[in-house]
């Protein structure tokens, strides 16, 4: 204890409370902060100046509590009083606490969900001879000619159920004329193909689904390889690819990639570039050498689309989120909707969605349909690029207020949860929203969209079938190669530009 001379009388202050409820609420309530204190040092979010203030209102309240245990007209109340400040207090931790624990197992689980699952189908025709998957044992089984991972421990795994033997296509479409022919005539053939292949064939033949069955399924789960280019997040300009694809659910199933777009970010400058490709772009695939829709990339998983659109841009993609349907949705519903401007007055063709030219305060599944809508304009496509980019400059806008970060935290991360996935790691998370926290600066958000010109080709992945594909316009390439160069490299900085183009 400590002494004090007070008008020549002596009293007696005391560090630590006499009553023993009051020792308890104490010890409550430095446990409480001290493991508040460590999550927050472990989590590395909280900027230095915000950090001090924190110290400062903690020692705030030990400070009020023991004046109020202590008071030289000390009763029963007023230490009922310090015990309730102190159980709130504590409350109030406990429950910050439980959110810095979410924010990190939910970061922890985006960074390192890099795996991605496919099912593969026994389908037959309908009616025919084989019900069940003993039934094929001994025949043909008409596959795909792919050396992917997934292809081949898809194959190993209906072999270690069934003997068969398998036969080799091409592509999905010549695989499935051996069950159903664009005519609608059938055979009585067995083919094993992926469920993206299945659904793909079931899109460009109209009689498939309705005369096959599916017999049979295996599932195919196969990591993801780092393929990140790691920099300093906060001080480098960086590339992070998104790609969405076009599934509810988990975000691990394998799907045709149908958004994407390159966002450039200058941590510096706080510069954002959203840079769009038609998901129809007759590119080469990176790893087969042939020629196909940029969407049909994403079957053969998300390294093959990043790889194949660095070859085809030039353009070096540090990192990459994966996102899906049900991400976006959920995400729009938790910052409260967003406000998007719309060039035309339109309707979604699949939805009863419908929006004015002009401001539309937007929920998730308004803001899902608005992005995906083509066949409701002219140019069909390229304005459902713009109406993306659009969608996600609010997304971010909102996503970035403080305000928004504070109110719908616990949502925020509900959101993200199992529907994304990134090769950001959880450090390089925590070290932009430290950043972001630090001075709450606003972003400067540009677009730029490559071009294409429409017409009919024949792709690696459906074989000879011609299918609609946009052939990508030079010009407009090297116009959006050029705006990210000047975003990632202003021109005054006095960077090194040699290590931008691959």
Known sequence: MLRKENSGHKRKIHIIPRSSGAIIAMIAALSAEVFFLMLILKLDILPGKYMVLLLAVLLLIDSAALVLFNSRKKSASKVLAGSIFLVAVVNILVVGSYYLCSTFDTLQAISEARSQS???????????????????????VYVIDNDSRMYKEAEEKLLSKVDVTYKRESDYMTAGVHIVNEKGETSDEIVFISNTGYEMLCEENKEFRKNTDIIYSVSVKIKTDDSARRINVTEDPFNIYITGIDVWGDIDQVSRSDVNMIVTVNPKTREVLLTSMPRDSYVELHSFGALDKLTHSGIYGVDETINTV?????????????????????????????????????????????????INHLDGKGALYFARERKAFKAEDEQRIRNQQIVLEAMLKKITSSKVLLASYVELLDAVEGKMQTNLTDRDIYSLV??????????????????????????????????????????????????????MYPADDGIEKSDFLL
Request: proline share 1%; net charge negative; aromatic share 12%.
């Open 310 to 358: 660095e070859d085809w841009m030039g353009v070096d993609i540090n990192y990459y989120i994966r996102v899906n349907f049900s991400m976006v949705v959920e995400l729009v519903d938790a910052i409260g909707g967003i406000d998007v401007k719309s060039d035309y007055v339109f309707k979604s063709k699949v939805s009863h969605y419908r929006y004015v030219k002009g």
């Open 118 to 140: 496919e099912q593969y189908h026994v389908i037959v025709l309908k009616d025919g001879s084989y019900d069940e998957v003993e039934d094929i044992r001994g025949q043909d």
């Open 434 to 487: 430290k950043m972001q926290l630090g001075d709450m600066t606003g972003w400067k958000v540009k677009t730029v969209a490559v071009h294409g010109k429409g017409a009919y080709r024949t792709t690696f992945s459906m074989g000879n079938r011609e299918l609609f594909v946009s052939i990508p316009d030079e010009k407009s390439v090297e116009a959006a190669v050029k705006k990210i160069h000047e975003v």
